[in-house]
């Protein structure tokens, strides 16, 4: 996933993209300029991941991309997260596991805002954390499935559900 956007002179902050919550979800988000993204198996504190860069972005135009390198081999498993700015790579992060079905059925999939619960407590006190800079666009790429038939059906069958669940 990527994000166009400018930081006006004295910096920016807030969510870029999110999607899920604190129960299971991510965001790719700036806090005091610097480009982060967050990760949040459940709510534990164990089970909440980030990269984020050390360095705040200057004024100007900016790419912020995190690239979502999954293990593959089946749902739930690991992944490396790695944090690019400008196509330069600033941090990386191993997620030893990734949720394996779906985020979450209550909460939202939002852009510039976050209108659910945070994926990390960092900006629980700002929701809905409106990003301040200007933000272009975000463009999501989506991968070739790296899933046998087995577990590609198996996925379905657990979507299917989910969606009986929600009527």
Same mark, same amino acid.
């Given at each position: ?9 004295? +910096?920016? $902050?807030?969510?870029?993209? /999110?999607?899920?919550?604190?129960? +299971?979800?991510?965001?790719? !988000?700036?806090?005091?300029? #610097?480009? &982060?993204?967050? @990760?949040?198996? $459940? ?19 900016? !790419?912020?991309? =995190?690239?979502?390198? @999954?293990?593959?081999? +089946? @749902?739930? #498993?690991?992944? /490396?997260? %790695?944090?690019?700015?400008?196509? #330069?790579? %600033?941090? &990386? ?14 909460? /939202?999939?939002? =852009?510039?805002?976050? /209108? ?6 960092? @900006? *629980?006190? #700002? ?11 975000? %463009? *999501? ?9 087995? &577990? !590609?059906?198996? !996925? ?9 669940? *929600?009527?």
């Amino acid at each position: 996933m990527a994000a166009e956007i400018t930081i006006p002179e004295g +910096g920016a $902050s807030g969510i870029l993209a /999110t999607i899920g919550g604190r129960f +299971g979800g991510w965001g790719l !988000l700036l806090q005091d300029s #610097k480009p &982060e993204f967050a @990760y949040a198996f $459940s709510n534990q504190p164990e089970h909440k991941f980030r990269v984020a860069s050390q360095q705040p972005l200057p004024a100007g135009n900016h !790419l912020v991309r =995190i690239a979502f390198r @999954y293990d593959g081999g +089946g @749902y739930g #498993k690991g992944a /490396t997260a %790695v944090l690019f700015v400008d196509e #330069k790579q %600033v941090a &990386e992060a191993r997620l030893p596991r990734s949720i394996g079905i779906r985020f979450s059925l209550d909460e /939202t999939f939002d =852009i510039g805002e976050d /209108t659910g619960t945070p994926v990390i407590e960092d @900006y *629980v006190d #700002k929701m809905p954390f409106r990003f301040t800079g200007t933000l272009r666009k975000v %463009v *999501v790429v989506l991968e070739p499935e790296k899933l046998t038939e087995q &577990e !590609l059906e198996r !996925l379905r069958e657990e979507a299917a559900a989910a969606c009986l669940a *929600v009527q």
